[in-house]
Structures are given as C-alpha cells and as structure tokens.
C-alpha cells in the first residue's frame, strides 16, 4: 500500500502469559476500541512501527505529487488543469496530515524528511513510475487513488487517535481523487480510437503496479499479526487487493477497455475474480530502488529540499528578528 | 544552519456558530505564516470562518496517568444530573 512492507519491531506475537502488565493493559484497550493518544503509555514496538508506517505514508503522499505535477503545465485544458493541481495540492495536504501524526510519536518533521532524502525510510513503489501520457492522469486517479482510498478506509479505524484523524480527513478528500481520474478515462475511452489507445496504453500499464499497491501476500507475516493484533493494520494484502480487483474489472468493462490479465476469470464459488498475481520480482527491485523513475524521484525531492533551505533559513531568522524588536519595544 | 520551524496548532471554527476546534498541527516561522499555512492546509473546502493558531510548546495539558484522580471525583456526583430526580408525569415538561 501507501505503507508496504512495514516491519513491525519486537518479537512478534506475544501471548497474554507472555506480556507485561502495561502490555496486557494496552492491548485490552485496544480489544475494547479505545483509542491511543500520544501521551498514552505505549509499547516501544508500537511507536516504532507506527513513525515507519505513518512515515511512509506520509513520505508516498509527498512524492505521488511528483508524477501528477509532471501534467500540470500540460493538461488539455484550463478546467483540467485547475482540477489536477487541486488534486495534486491535496496531496501535499495529506502528506502534511500524516508528518504531523507522525511526529506526536516523538520524531521531528526534519529527522523524517533526512530519512527518505537519504533512502533510509521508504515511499510507495507506485511512485517509481513514469507518467507517459495525458491518459496517465486518468489511470493514476482511478487505480492509484482507488488502491490507496481501498487501504485508507480501514485505517480510519485504527487505534492510534492522530492516525485515524489524519485518515478521516484523508479519505474526505479522496474520493475526488479517484473520480477526476475515471473521469479522465471516460473521456478517453469514449474519444476517438487514438484516444481510446492511450487509455488502454495507462491501463495495461499501470494495472499491475496498482496491484504492487498492496503488497505481497503476507498472510504468513508475524509483523502484520503484530500489527493486525495493535490495529494498526486492519485487512491482509490479499483481502485488499482481491477487493480491489473487483471492484475495478466492471469498472474497466464499463470503459470498454480490457484489463491485461489473461486468466482474469469470474470465481463464482469465491464470489470474486481470479487474476495474475503482478511480478513480484519486479516489485522487489523498485523497491531496492531500481525502478524506471527511483532515482528522479529522488533527486527531485533532493533538489527542493536543498533549494529551499534559504528560504527555511531566512523567514525563521525573520521571525526571530522580529520577535526581539517586539520584545525590545514592550 | 539546521533550524526546524517551529510546530503550532491549529484550531478553526466551521460555518455554524461553534467553538474552534483542534484540527492538527503544521510547522512555520512565525504566528502569521501559520495562519496562512493553516489557510492552505486545513480550509481547502471551505472548513472554517476562524483560526486560531497556538504554539505547541505553550500549551500545557493533564496527563494521561492523572485521569484517575482528575477524573473520578466528578464521577459519584450523579445528582448534577436531571435524571437523577424523579419528577412526576403530571408535573408536565420540566
Ligand atoms: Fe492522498
Ligand atoms: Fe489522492
Ligand atoms: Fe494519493
């Protein structure tokens, strides 16, 4: 997802016997729905987990923008145009949500930002891709945004309090987000037979990236038990990505494009589709960071952070002189 | 120089005549940025008539681990309650 992979620390499942008494105290509040707030006793496995999962959230918000952005000053029309960087801003906003929750767990907007400049904490793989055509636009609303809201709908419930709230406010704003992207497609798919190419072009493109969203299977995972158990992960991979194929195969029938799955079947004994797993070599690799855009990604977000820092320098030295010539005139 | 900007937070009145309301927090050099960032990060759609935007080193709040004293006293007062006097039907709206 917008968090693959996440490590839980510590050392896996502990049963009731096996835990402390403020453990057992935690997770009974957990059980019960209760929320954890910031100044909760928590386990230290919990607040390290949650700052990586939070974090890679957040740090996927901020670099998705990057492939949007790359359509902005080339969107077909000026409505197109204001739609996509209303969305794009958004995104911005989601990212600043998540660093915020992020941060009443004890680690500094800056510490997060060095960590993904310096690759040691990680963003979406989705992101490592190239937008190549306008359509693109309409695949990465529609899939990507579909895969995230599919994830983030469930995390509204999670049981740390900031996380949650950050999630409500996130999934509010989504589902424009998926919506301006079918509507791109629609456009496509209905257009003239070129147009129509470039939509199934981003479908065939995008579609097993999206399915990447989720993660591999982790059925097996002692860290997404631990996590399941601290509900801060509230589906499986596969419980996710199987909702998501069906939710999307009529939608793409609906255009009249084919999604690029040979062995896309109806399974009426499961009551859900059959499909290709996406290449999981192919995802660990774009992982590690040799996917088509790892490195531009990168060097962008390199580029602006260095690029800003005398601007973060000089409005902070400002400020502080403006504060001492008040407090030299009171 | 390594300088973080300081994080303040934000609380907004929305449309309907009701008290600000804790949204989140945001980073910025000074009070008047942050009212501006809080304009860009939490009002995109029109949430709110009012900011207000406070330090968060100044905010002191209880602590967790006082609930039970802080709390518990209020709790055996059950007479600060209308539903604790039995008032007769008869009686009419009261
Ligand atoms: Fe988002
Ligand atoms: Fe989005
Ligand atoms: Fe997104």
Redesign the interface.
């Known amino acids: 997802m917008y968090a693959q992979m996440v490590k839980s620390t510590g050392t896996g499942l502990k049963s009731a016997d096996e835990m402390s008494a403020e453990e057992r105290a935690f997770q009974a509040r957990i059980d019960a729905g209760e929320k954890i707030?910031p100044?909760?006793?928590m386990p230290e496995g919990y607040r390290k987990t949650l700052i990586r999962q939070i974090g890679q959230h957040a740090h996927s918000e901020i670099v998705g923008q990057l492939p949007e952005g790359n359509w902005i000053t080339r969107a077909p029309t000026l409505e197109r145009k204001a739609i996509l960087l209303?969305k794009v801003?958004?995104e911005a906003?989601h990212g600043?949500?998540l660093y915020?929750a992020a941060?009443t767990l004890g680690v500094?907007?800056?510490e997060m930002t060095e960590m993904l400049l310096d690759g040691r904490m990680k963003y979406s793989s989705i992101f490592n891709y190239p937008t190549l055509t306008w359509a693109d636009m309409g695949a990465v609303g529609w899939l990507v945004d579909g895969a995230a809201i599919m994830n983030q709908v469930p995390l509204q419930r999670t049981s740390f309090g900031p996380y949650s709230?950050?999630m409500i406010?996130v999934c509010k704003?989504e589902s424009f987000h998926q919506r301006q992207g079918f509507d791109i497609m629609m456009k496509m798919a209905q257009g003239t037979p070129q147009q129509k190419a470039m939509a199934q072009d981003a479908l065939n493109r995008f579609w097993y990236p999206a399915l990447m969203m989720f993660g591999p299977s982790d059925k097996d995972s002692v860290h997404s038990a631990q996590s399941m158990a601290w509900k801060i992960k509230m589906n499986t991979n596969d419980e996710l990505r199987q909702k998501f194929v069906d939710q999307t195969v009529p939608q793409a029938e609906y255009l009249g494009l084919t999604v690029p799955d040979e062995n896309l079947t109806w399974n009426e004994e499961k009551g859900g589709y059959d499909f290709s797993e996406p290449d999981w070599e192919e995802f660990f690799e774009v992982i590690k960071g040799n996917g088509p855009c790892n490195t531009d990604r990168l060097a962008a977000r390199n580029k602006a952070w260095d690029d800003g820092a005398w601007v973060?320098?000089g409005?902070?030295a400002?400020?502080e002189k403006?504060?001492a010539r008040k407090m030299a005139a009171e | 120089m390594k300088t973080e900007w300081p994080l303040w937070e934000i609380f907004i009145r929305g449309q309907h005549g009701l008290s600000h309301r804790h949204v989140g927090s945001l980073h910025a050099p000074d009070a008047e940025m942050a009212i501006k960032n809080a304009r860009d990060v939490y009002t995109r759609r029109n949430e709110g008539v009012s900011i207000w935007v406070v330090e968060a080193a100044a905010i002191t709040a209880s602590s967790p681990s006082d609930k039970g004293p802080m709390y518990e006293p209020s709790e055996s007062k059950v007479y600060r309650h209308p539903s604790f006097y039995d008032i007769p039907d008869d009686v009419g709206a009261m």
């Open positions: 707030e100044k909760d006793w209303a801003q958004d906003g600043l949500y915020c941060e500094s907007r800056d709230r950050a406010r704003e973060r320098e409005m902070m400002h400020a403006k504060r």
